[in-house]
């Protein structure tokens, strides 16, 4: 049995997917979909999240958007969803969308300044070097997209590839699927790894060992598993020494009877990245912080002050929705923003953590790079970069495919 510690989007996603490809799996959290998939957006933009000093990010976004479509509709029957429950956002172009709010209307950047018109340019450019998709707008052809966008926004960059979906609506659908799929989730904390301490797999991970229930239900002191797959986001560190790092980020939920925008609009304001996702029920997701507070996740006055200040500048109207909802969320940070996806160096440890901005959009890819597929994109996010390299017998994790090539990947 293979043991996936986290059930946030991405451990459940490869929960999912290994189960669905005939693997034994379980599941362990003490709260499944509650740490940074219940506080993120959801925005599924390679395109225009990612800067172009960080091609191998977007290389990877962009493989991971592509198995979106596939995922959702297959999670949403997997989960006993009846696909398109939600009418397309009014103003769209009638994209697809599944039982988990899947929607491909694209994201629309814009700016205001000068400076602001430059940076689009060049990044306009990189993406069609990378022979990406993006159409550059003029501020009237903005407004006409977007009519609620202030008469200041003096250009724009369309991505009409990107997409967005409910990431709470996703995480739920996930554990429907699992208990319809009979894997079990144990809801219980993770205190370490337990290691063989003997033989020829003198270090190995074997299991894990638990916390005792906070109310003092009953919780098995550890579970035992032939692999074990850490997907605890943040909290990876403390369990593998894995280097990651809390990211904060602060986020708002607003509504509205009449929805505000048709697709997802983000700008740069005051030189911090502000976005504001539509819902398909009217609620307006606008986000989102970035700080480097460690484990802090307080929400602070200054910090939805900065959001709804910046927000207001690229649409006016935001201020007269209803708040739903104030949240905050440690996003797991990499040294290089790239994920750890991989064997650990460790036997037995495997690693499904670090993606820090990405881990709703790179759930997808995540899962099908734990079962051997596209080496070259599992090359880019081998967990062996920030380690020594070991010799060829020197990488455990588990054996998923042996075509995999994620032993040479070191
Ligand atoms: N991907 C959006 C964020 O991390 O805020």
Same mark, same amino acid.
Do not use: N
């Given at each position: 049995m293979e043991l996936i510690v986290g059930g946030g989007i991405v451990g459940l996603s490869v929960a999912w997917r290994l189960s669905r490809a005939g693997r034994a799996v379980t599941v362990v959290d003490?709260?499944?979909?509650?740490?940074?998939?219940?506080?993120?957006?959801?925005?599924?933009?390679?395109?225009?999240?990612?800067?172009?000093?960080?091609?191998?990010?977007?290389?990877?976004?962009?493989?991971?958007?592509?198995?979106?479509?596939?995922?959702?509709?297959?999670?949403?029957?997997?989960?006993?969803?009846?696909?398109?429950?939600?009418?397309?956002?009014?103003?769209?172009?009638?994209?697809?969308?599944?039982?988990?709010?899947?929607?491909?209307?694209?994201?629309?950047?814009?700016?205001?300044?000068? /400076?602001?018109?430059?940076?689009?340019? !060049? *990044? #306009? =450019?990189?993406? +069609?070097?990378?022979?990406? @998709?993006? &159409?550059?707008?003029?501020?009237?052809?903005?407004?006409?997209?977007?009519?609620?966008?202030?008469?200041?926004?003096?250009?724009?960059?369309?991505?009409?590839?990107?997409?967005?979906?409910?990431?709470?609506?996703?995480?739920?659908?996930?554990?429907?699927?699992?208990?319809?799929?009979?894997?079990?989730?144990?809801?219980?904390?993770?205190?370490?790894?337990?290691?063989?301490?003997?033989?020829?797999? /003198?270090?190995?991970?074997?299991?894990? !060992? *638990? #916390? =005792?229930?906070? +109310?003092?239900?009953?919780? @098995?002191? &550890?579970?035992?598993?032939?692999?074990?797959?850490?997907?605890?986001?943040?909290?990876?560190?403390?369990?593998?020494?894995?280097?990651?790092?809390?990211?904060?980020?602060?986020?708002?939920?607003l509504r509205s009877a009449e929805p505000l925008l048709s697709r997802c609009v983000r700008g740069v304001v005051h030189g911090a990245p502000v976005y504001l996702v539509p819902r398909g029920d009217g609620e307006l997701v606008v986000g989102a912080t970035q700080e480097e507070l460690g484990f802090d996740t307080r929400v602070t006055a200054g910090g939805l002050y900065e959001l709804l200040r910046d927000a207001r500048e690229l649409v006016p109207g935001v201020t007269e929705l209803e708040v739903a909802e104030v949240v905050a969320g440690l996003r797991p940070g990499t040294p290089d923003n790239l994920p750890l996806i991989g064997p650990s160096g460790t036997p037995g440890l495997t690693l499904a953590t670090g993606h820090h901005r990405g881990g709703v959009l790179l759930a997808p890819l995540t899962a099908a790079l734990l079962q051997g597929e596209e080496p070259e994109l599992a090359a880019l996010c081998s967990p062996a970069r920030h380690h020594p390299v070991p010799g060829p017998q020197g990488f455990g994790g588990l054996p998923y495919d042996k075509t995999s090539g994620s032993e040479e990947m070191g």
């Open positions: 003490p709260a499944p979909a509650s740490g940074a998939s219940h506080a993120a957006a959801g925005m599924l933009a390679p395109v225009s999240e990612v800067s172009y000093t960080e091609e191998p990010l977007l290389r990877l976004g962009v493989a991971s958007l592509r198995r979106w479509p596939s995922f959702a509709a297959e999670l949403a029957a997997d989960a006993g969803l009846p696909p398109g429950v939600l009418a397309p956002s009014p103003g769209s172009s009638g994209a697809p969308s599944y039982g988990v709010d899947f929607r491909a209307d694209g994201t629309l950047d814009v700016a205001f300044g000068a /400076d602001d018109l430059a940076a689009l340019d !060049e *990044l #306009a =450019a990189f993406m +069609g070097k990378l022979g990406l @998709p993006v &159409e550059r707008l003029t501020g009237r052809e903005c407004r006409r997209l977007e009519p609620m966008l202030a008469p200041s926004v003096r250009g724009g960059l369309l991505a009409p590839g990107d997409a967005w979906v409910d990431p709470r609506r996703v995480t739920s659908a996930l554990l429907a699927a699992l208990e319809r799929r009979g894997v079990p989730v144990v809801r219980a904390r993770v205190s370490r790894l337990l290691r063989a301490s003997e033989g020829p797999g /003198d270090g190995a991970v074997v299991g894990v !060992e *638990l #916390a =005792a229930a906070a +109310g003092g239900g009953a919780v @098995p002191a &550890e579970i035992q598993a032939d692999g074990v797959v850490l997907a605890a986001g943040v909290w990876s560190a403390e369990l593998a020494g894995v280097p990651v790092r809390p990211v904060k980020g602060q986020i708002m939920r």
